[in-house]
């Protein structure tokens, strides 16, 4: 049965403001966060650091969020800045905790505003989509960890995909979770650094993890997150 309009308009609320926040943020904010911005501040932010540390991480959190929250192109970023200013621990946790919680609420806020419509719309279809949709359902354990560890997707569109195909919420969370902690680690780890690269007026390798060293573990990881799906037939004979 059809949602009354007004009830229907209130669920897609949260994904309306949403996308009109982060077109705001596209225009006005894009250029703004940048390592640039970083480097200037740095000594003020490690002061303040210093000096109020758990407002510091508070601050840092809510300005994480916003950045995952808007889709802004600056999320490595971040996660390095929480290396910098926290040290491995807590920054690793901190841009652990933060990153997954801005991929929920993004989560729900499609699924609220689109998911069971589109995803009624799936179920009723024939064809690829519908078959893409009942494979990924069947296996999204191994899909959602390993589409977190591979960098070939953006982060918002693995959100986008979860809730549109109507992946269960509990999965979502906790597959996010782990499926980031390898990227999030090295990216905090290289974070930890900044100070030394600021130092030698140089640009921070954003593209660290795509190097064979790095890149190689990740590949490993992903086929070991996938063997569930190789071997589930076998399984079953």
Do not use: C
Not at 81 to 93: Q, S
Not at 153 to 159: D, G, Q, R, S, T
Not at 184 to 197: H, K
Request: net charge positive.
């Amino acid at each position: 049965m059809p949602l009354p309009v007004k009830y229907a308009l209130y669920r897609r609320l949260p994904l309306v403001l949403l996308v009109v926040a982060t077109l705001f943020a596209a225009v006005f904010l894009r250029d703004q966060i940048n390592f640039e911005t970083l480097r200037e501040h740095r000594e003020a932010l490690l002061a303040f650091r210093d000096r109020y540390y758990v407002w510091t991480m508070l601050a840092f959190v809510l300005a994480y969020l916003s950045i995952i929250l808007l889709s802004l192109p600056a999320a490595v970023m971040a996660t390095m800045t929480g290396g910098f200013l926290f040290g491995l621990f807590p920054g690793m946790f901190l841009n652990l905790f933060t990153a997954t919680t801005g991929a929920i609420l993004i989560f729900l806020a499609i699924r609220l505003g689109l998911g069971d419509g589109l995803r009624r719309r799936i179920d009723a279809s024939d064809g690829r989509v519908r078959a893409v949709a009942d494979a990924l359902r069947e296996n999204e354990v191994p899909v959602l960890i390993a589409m977190r560890l591979m960098p070939i997707l953006p982060f918002f569109m693995v959100n986008l995909l979860a809730a549109l195909f109507g992946v269960s919420p509990f999965r979502f969370a906790w597959t996010t979770f782990v499926g980031i902690i390898p990227g999030g680690f090295v990216y905090t780890w290289v974070g930890v650094g900044l100070g030394e690269v600021f130092a030698r007026d140089q640009t921070p390798d954003v593209g660290i993890i795509f190097e064979p060293h790095i890149l190689g573990p990740l590949l490993g990881l992903t086929i070991l997150a996938l063997l569930p799906i190789v071997l589930r037939p076998y399984l079953r004979t």
